[in-house]
């Protein structure tokens, strides 16, 4: 693995706690990781969404915020820098992804209307079925297959898209969306062959082609890589390459562009521009800030020119691939090819076990944090079982790599937590649900072990912890 392309100018202390505290953390917690306190974490694999560290650039870039309600200069240099890295035309900022999601269904979709997706998000499926609409998976079969070393795993099934749009009409479909670097498929690519022929069909069947675009960067390195024809292209003309292929985007800049807090929603038509303006001050607030302030925008402008730095992005990619390869020698069943920002660790697999209803996921999160610490999340029936739908898909647990945050001792130390779970994973019981929230019950539902979890202490980890030194 290549050093990084940056080095630490300031540092955060962590302290993994003892396992007596871990366990009763995880109780207190109801064995869902996402209700940890940070203090008791060690390596926080969550999610990369607002923790990746800022550029000396965009912390200089903060001090010229302009905090004017209206007319803010803060907001025309982030609409410059979409313009000139992306190319779309009109700017919404909202205050993260999920508002940009929240404004994209209000406006496109209609009750009764459909939304094919390459797979689906949990928040973007909830924005679109809260408007009334219905998901529909247009994702290719291998997308479902963890082993399977397909190098486009983000491509949509195009006749499966076909069919649902000549079912539908064009009165039935509200938008197409295809999603970079598939997060529900273990961060996989799409190819821009696979994007031409979806923006081909969506033009001939009178549909917007929308593109989630939170990890555009990452997926123009895998066409880059993978795709005959792109390998000498510059990663700037790459990104603006499939930008152009769609109508709009929207973007949780909490990733790409390593900002705590922001997102957008970027168009080409002018009526669509014009109404989602029109809700945003409704839900987010003016238009030249939509949520966030002013030195927040300076971030993400800096951050979304730093995200086409392609040194950069690889080192993120080269992350996840090291974590990777250290599992798959260890025998640990991880989604093959390994994506762009996490490895996926099939909980099916890992713990054969466990009846699905038990939700293995979900205790293979809790048993790694009880191991050594680790915070990851659950991908599985928790997230993806939407009502009273039944739910056979992939049952993965996450470990999500921020940008520019964690060193190559960080994340062997990660592994060596997985792999000596994975020794004892006989160890590792299912849960029963005990409170299930309304909405995206993944983020707050509570959870009771079926037997005791990892009774038995592991010496692998506290052997690994002492070595290493249990400070970092």
């Not at 000139?84 to 009750?111: K, N």
């Not at 983000?154 to 999603?179: H, S, T």
Request: charge should be negative; hydrophobic fraction near 45%.
């Amino acid at each position: 693995m290549r050093p990084p392309p940056w080095k630490i100018k300031v540092v955060e202390p962590i302290v993994l706690r003892d396992r007596e505290r871990r366990r009763e953390a995880l109780a207190e917690a109801g064995y869902n990781t996402f209700l940890l306190r940070s203090d008791d974490v060690f390596v926080d694999l969550l999610t990369d969404s607002g923790t990746s560290a800022l550029s000396q650039e965009q912390r200089a870039a903060m001090e010229l915020g302009d905090e004017a309600y209206a007319g803010s200069r803060s907001y025309y240099r982030l609409e410059r820098a979409v313009h000139d890295v992306y190319g779309w035309r009109h700017l919404i900022p909202t205050h993260q992804g999920r508002g940009a999601e929240h404004l994209l269904s209000r406006v496109l979709v209609e009750p009764g209307q459909l939304v094919p997706s390459n797979l689906y998000f949990t928040t973007s499926r909830e924005h679109v079925v809260l408007a009334g609409g219905t998901w529909v998976d247009v994702a290719v079969p291998e997308a479902s297959v963890t082993d399977a070393l397909a190098p486009f795993k983000g491509n949509i099934d195009l006749a499966a898209l076909e069919r649902v749009l000549m079912a539908a009409g064009p009165e039935g479909v509200a938008f197409v969306r295809q999603e970079a670097c598939l997060n529900m498929a273990g961060g996989q690519p799409f190819s821009l062959e696979n994007l031409r022929a979806v923006r081909a069909l969506t033009r001939a069947h009178g549909v917007p082609l929308i593109l989630d675009a939170t990890r555009i960067s990452e997926n123009a390195v895998f066409v880059k890589d993978r795709e005959p024809g792109y390998e000498h292209w510059p990663l700037q003309r790459v990104i603006r390459e499939i930008a152009d292929q769609v109508d709009g985007a929207v973007f949780s800049s909490k990733k790409d562009h390593f900002v705590p807090i922001g997102g957008f929603v970027a168009v080409n038509d002018d009526e669509l521009a014009e109404r989602l303006r029109e809700l945003v001050v409704v839900y987010e607030g003016f238009p030249h800030y939509g949520g966030i302030a002013g030195h927040d925008m300076e971030a993400l402008a800096q951050g979304i020119r730093e995200s086409a730095d392609e040194a950069m992005v690889r080192h993120e990619i080269e992350q996840a691939g090291h974590l990777g390869r250290l599992l798959q020698e260890a025998g640990v069943p991880i989604v093959l090819p390994v994506g762009a920002h996490a490895v996926f660790v099939d909980a099916k697999r890992f713990l054969p076990h466990v009846a699905q209803e038990d939700f293995p996921a979900q205790a293979l999160a809790a048993a790694l944090y009880l191991e050594g610490g680790v915070r990851s999340m659950e991908r599985g029936i928790v997230s993806g079982q939407h009502g009273d739908e039944a739910y056979d898909g992939l049952e993965l647990v996450r470990l999500t790599i921020p940008r520019r945050v964690y060193t190559q001792e960080h994340l062997e130390f990660v592994a060596d937590t997985v792999i000596s779970v994975f020794r004892q994973r006989d160890r590792v019981p299912g849960l029963r649900m005990v409170y299930e929230p309304l909405y995206l019950r993944f983020f707050q539902a509570r959870f009771e072990p079926l037997a005791p979890l990892l009774a038995a202490r592991s010496e692998h980890v506290a052997h690994t912890a002492r070595d290493r030194g249990a400070t970092t």
